[in-house]
């Protein structure tokens, strides 16, 4: 019997949208202890277990958040064309069940095969009982001690005797010619013996029953010698079936117990009993309480009130049990129990591993949430001027949206400083703030870095795979800094990422939705690129909905001695340095420049200024560039060493910022390897996101 044919298509579920709130109310409402999570393709995606909730509440996880991140993602569903028998192979006790497109069509437990099978034993029985009292066979049966245990009606019949008057009596005592005990005593067999009771010759066979290679009882089965062919005919049916019914018992059951409905144990299967470490013959009749501590297969047989996967302790170990009753006729006539764990510390050593990878998870998680953070909000832009304040106002409103932005500005403005603020003051605020700069990344990397891609899509790509930056920044902000700078080829598939609404990476046979606002900057006029047909049309439409428009320094002179304020009191506390202000005649220097770096060339100038002050706490015209001031000064700046890394140290920032940041070209310019770069920018505290 296959697992379609058994499976439950009345399926609970949980999306991966759904809250934990929405969860605890499914899990409440239909009492179950797991439910599949599905995706909006109705794939099967992992189970959220009671234990996932639990975890969360002990975390202290809002009941707002999703269960995205709490779905156990190991579990894989069982195809629908597997044998029903699989389950019984596995450790779980509810499976999902998928058919060849991993799409969720039903659910099976193994509580389902043990009604089934049950419900088969059940049938077996009857079918035995009902060829025992059918059968013109007389049938009699003995235990290891002699006393009678089935007498069939056709026994009474052909001897004549009542069987409630001989059940449960000594066979001498009843029929002292059957020779039943000799066969118990020899453990053979004796075919088509003849005897004679009440003046009636019978034929009959005697036949020991084993159990382990133990005689454990004997049966015999007589008939008038007339009936002798009829009679063995029947009887090879009934050893087939016999046989059949004991196969079952044997095979299917792994840890069960039977009780009736007083509690009294009618069967317990081999591993059961190993486990409790009793003899099954011993313990047959007696109470369950009697046998297993702690139980409660009485109670249930009592109530008819399932219980499912519950703890029970027993011997000093931990064992996970299901009980469910046995209803005929609509009444309660016993109960089965299944043993589901018999020790629970594999399983506390599996919660624990889990327990603790989920917390490294969270640990990454939230490393991942730190370095993708925005930094800086609109109260970090310095300005008076009336532009800069109409510009704060407007970008504001379009953080309130949803729209794209695309930032336009010379090098040096503060494009990021924008992104950055926009994010911040957005619903997207809390979610991922990913940055990517198109210039600094070869043309045939980005598409990995932006899209990701399977394992093995090309030689050297990582054998787990890569998430690209897109799919990284899901639910956030991605700000693609010289947005002017990508080729037509990648521009065509943002374009599609911006129409679509979902990425594919490279590698993959499908695509995966994502809700990514894209913040876009370049320093070139798009305009005269896609009049030039490098830039196309339609991808500036779809970025050019927002646009701010950042003036040049030179273009708001007035902001000057807001921005050289905040400048000295940053550069001055990370370098520990104590500086009171800039003098006016310095101030007066600093706004009659022209500014061709803009903010960045300033915040050069101040830091080249604070690094070669010694005793002095003001800024004053002789420590500003003579580019600058016109004045060609020398000031003597202590050793020869400290001279050689103050020239160093100015000429690695120079490169940076006639680069705009890109450490490869920096590197070239100064004729030194990136290596040699990044440990100099090291040496003199230089900051790596120039």
């Excluded at 019978?202 to 015999?220: C, K, S, W, Y």
């Excluded at 095979?251 to 003899?279: P, R, W």
């Excluded at 170990?317 to 009444?331: E, F, L, V």
């Excluded at 000429?651 to 770069?677: F, Q, Y």
């Amino acid at each position: 019997m296959v697992v379609r044919e058994i499976m439950s298509r009345n399926i609970l579920t949980l999306s991966l949208g759904d809250t934990l709130q929405h969860a605890v109310e499914k899990m409440s409402k239909s009492g179950y202890d797991s439910l599949p999570a599905i995706n909006d393709k109705g794939e099967l995606v992992g189970m959220f277990t009671k234990l996932d909730l639990y975890d969360a509440v002990k975390e202290g996880k809002p009941s707002t958040m999703l269960i995205d991140d709490l779905v156990n993602r190991d579990i894989q569903g069982i195809f629908e064309e597997e044998p029903g028998s699989v389950v019984f192979d596995m450790p779980a006790e509810k499976f999902p069940v998928v058919d060849k497109q991993n799409k969720l069509v039903g659910i099976i437990t193994k509580t389902d095969m043990l009604k089934l099978y049950y419900s088969k034993l059940q049938y077996t029985m009857n079918s035995l009982n009902g060829v025992l009292e059918s059968t013109n066979n007389g049938i009699l049966a003995i235990n290891k001690d002699g006393i009678i245990t089935v007498f069939n009606k056709a026994a009474s019949k052909i001897l004549g005797v009542d069987a409630p008057k001989v059940l449960e009596k000594e066979i001498t005592s009843v029929m002292p010619e059957s020779g039943l005990p000799y066969v118990l005593e020899s453990g053979k067999s004796e075919i088509g013996s003849t005897l004679y009771f009440n003046g009636k010759a019978l034929i009959t066979n005697r036949t020991p029953i084993f159990q382990e290679d133990m005689v454990v009882g004997a049966v015999a089965i007589f008939q008038d010698i007339t009936d002798y062919k009829n009679a063995m005919n029947e009887l090879n049916e009934e050893k087939n079936a016999t046989f059949i019914l004991n196969t079952i018992l044997e095979t299917i059951y792994d840890g069960v117990v039977v009780v009736d409905k007083d509690g009294y144990i009618t069967m317990l299967s081999k591993a059961y009993a190993e486990f409790l470490g009793v003899k099954r013959e011993a313990v047959i009749g007696k109470h369950v309480t009697e046998v297993i501590e702690n139980t409660r297969m009485h109670i249930v047989a009592q109530t008819g009130v399932s219980e499912i996967a519950g703890v029970q302790k027993i011997k000093g170990s931990q064992m996970i049990a299901t009980r469910i009753p046995m209803i005929k006729d609509g009444k309660v006539v016993g109960a089965v129990g299944k043993v589901l764990y018999r020790n629970l510390d594999e399983l506390n050593d599996l919660y624990k591993r889990i327990s603790k990878m989920e917390k490294e998870l969270e640990h990454y998680k939230g490393e991942f949430k730190r370095v993708n953070k925005a930094k800086y909000s609109f109260d970090n832009i310095k300005g008076v001027s009336k532009h800069m304040q109409e510009l704060k106002a407007f970008s504001l409103k379009a953080a309130a949206s949803d729209s794209n932005v695309l930032l336009l500005g010379e090098s040096g403005t503060g494009k990021e400083l924008f992104a950055h603020a926009i994010h911040n003051a957005s619903k997207r605020a809390f979610a991922p703030f990913i940055k990517l700069n198109c210039a600094a990344i070869p043309h045939e990397l980005l598409e990995s870095e932006l899209f990701g891609y399977e394992k093995g899509a090309f030689t050297g790509a990582k054998k787990e795979g890569k998430i690209g930056k897109f799919e990284a920044a899901n639910g956030g902000t991605i700000f693609l800094d010289e947005i002017g700078d990508m080729s037509l080829q990648m521009q065509a598939k943002l374009l599609r990422v911006l129409q679509e609404k979902e990425v594919e990476k490279l590698g993959a046979t499908s695509s995966e939705k994502v809700d990514v606002r894209i913040i876009a900057a370049t320093n070139k006029n798009l305009e005269n690129l896609v009049a030039e047909g490098k830039y196309r049309l339609d991808l500036f439409y779809r970025l050019n909905v927002l646009t701010v428009n950042i003036p040049s320094l030179r273009e708001r002179k007035e902001d000057i001695p807001a921005i050289v304020n905040s400048l000295v009191d940053k550069i001055s506390s990370n370098m520990e340095k104590y500086i009171e202000k800039v003098s006016e005649k310095a101030m007066e220097y600093l706004k009659s420049y022209d500014w061709p770096g803009n903010v960045r060339e300033l915040e050069n100038v101040l830091e080249r200024a604070i690094s070669i002050i010694e005793k002095d706490d003001i800024i004053r015209p002789e420590y500003l560039p003579s580019s600058i001031t016109g004045i060609n000064t020398m000031k003597t700046m202590g050793s020869l060493e400290a001279i050689l890394n103050h020239a160093e140290r100015q000429a690695i920032l120079d490169a940076l910022m006639i680069e705009k940041g890109n450490k490869s070209k920096a590197a070239k310019l100064l004729n030194v390897s990136r290596t040699s770069l990044y440990e100099k920018m090291t040496k003199y505290d230089i900051q790596e996101n120039f």
